[in-house]
């Protein structure tokens, strides 16, 4: 898109006009319709004068004063100290800051809030939500040749655990460990934990004993 200085160039190129002659017509000087062409309106006295010129100058070229003020506003705003600039550098200036110290405060005072309120959903959760248990081995339906198997895994550490009814002791971390005799063909082994508000969670695993011929 032109800017307002290239669209009264442009316009006075077409019309083959001299600076000087734009100048001696609009009795802006010279520098001063260079510096409107240009788009330097810092060289300009101030941003009332630059839009008077630059609404003179478009009338002598036949031009529609509006429009050259719209798209003089559209590239560029007055600032604080009377001056034209791009707009990108004055609008981040004019608008007021959304983010303060006291933004900052309060946002720091929330993530606390909502810190602390997740830890005790969590705390809650662990009360009176079932206990963790994870089974290490055996997997699920493995065939073996063996009369035992190992059933080993991790469950917290102050509930209880047992397999097919049998309580073991945990380990340090809630760390277990056993190993059950098997029977022929198909073995259900079912491991409970249970925690103080007897909550249970239950896993089931299948093994499959083949003896060897």
Sequence with gaps: MKTVGQVLKEA???QKLEVGEIAAVTKIRSQFIEFLE??????LPNATVARGF???YGQVLGLRPKQLM???RRDFAENDQGQIVPRGMVDPVTKDSIWTPKS???ALVVAIIVVFVMYLSYQYWLLLGPPSL???YPSEN???SEVTVEVAGKTDPEATISVNGQLLVLEKGGQFYVRLPLNPGQNILTVTAKNKTGKTTTINRTVFLTPDN
């Excluded at 240009?38 to 060289?43: A, C, K, L, V």
């Design 12 to 14: 006075r190129l077409t």
């Design 54 to 56: 630059i609404a003179n």
């Design 104 to 106: 900052t405060i309060i």
């Design 70 to 72: 719209a798209i003089f």
């Design 38 to 43: 240009s788009d330097n309106f810092r060289q």
């Design 134 to 136: 994870t089974l290490s």
């Design 142 to 144: 493995i065939t073996t």
